[in-house]
């Protein structure tokens, strides 16, 4: 579900199917309830959370839901896909309607997933301004070294997609293994930042998106929906 606003006519309109002007004189009967009140203004904004009653029937009562969920290697991070399981596929059937992935982790990366139905909190989390750091924990083929770090925080150009990489904080924290923190996503980001090095990066796990943490207590496939607090301090 994206989070699209509709005129409050429009939307009765394609609701009910009826005409211009008995939309009007529905609306002028007080017979239409926005989260519980009345609403005559056919200019209204409707957004896909807002609940909107006609005459009793309930046509739209759409509850906003926030997951977190562990993801384990050799799934897709898609909602459905024809060779391989898909993270909705971890998902009983009837948890699984509405929702998409506002972000993404590699076929064989691990790690904190994010699911949703708002649209708005999804361009929210993608938005540069926002600056929403996402936090990996890296092991690698070959040992690190002090280059490695200032490399990662100076950028890198991509040739592919003609860009420089925003500055990237890597943390060394064995000979083989790194946290890296970024606030972009571009594709197989990581692994070919550490390739500008020939060191093949060998398991990649994200431990947090902003603020939320991937809830310890979640084994691989596993999910929980995300606190009021948790969705909001994301961002903070």
Known sequence: M???????????????????????????????????????????????????????EILQANRPRYLMLNKPASVVSATRDAHHPAVLDLL???????????????????????????GDWSRQLSEPENQVRKHYRVTVEQPLTDEYVAAFAEGMW????????????LKIRSTFEADVWLCEGRYHQIKRMFGRFDNNVLTLHRLAIGNLMLDETLKPGEWRELSALEVSSIFS
């Open 158 to 169: 991509f040739e592919y997609e003609g860009i420089m990489t925003r500055p990237a904080e």
């Open 92 to 118: 009983p059937a009837a948890q699984r309607q509405g929702l998409h992935l506002p972000g993404r982790l590699d076929f064989n990366s691990t790690g904190l997933l994010l699911l949703t139905n708002d």
């Open 2 to 56: 994206t989070s699209r606003y509709h005129r409050l006519d429009r939307f009765l309109s394609n609701r009910l199917q009826i005409s211009r002007s008995n939309l009007r004189l529905l609306l002028a009967a007080g017979r239409v309830q926005v989260n519980g009140e009345v609403e005559r203004d056919r200019q209204r904004r409707v957004g896909p959370f807002d609940v909107v009653v006609c005459d009793g």
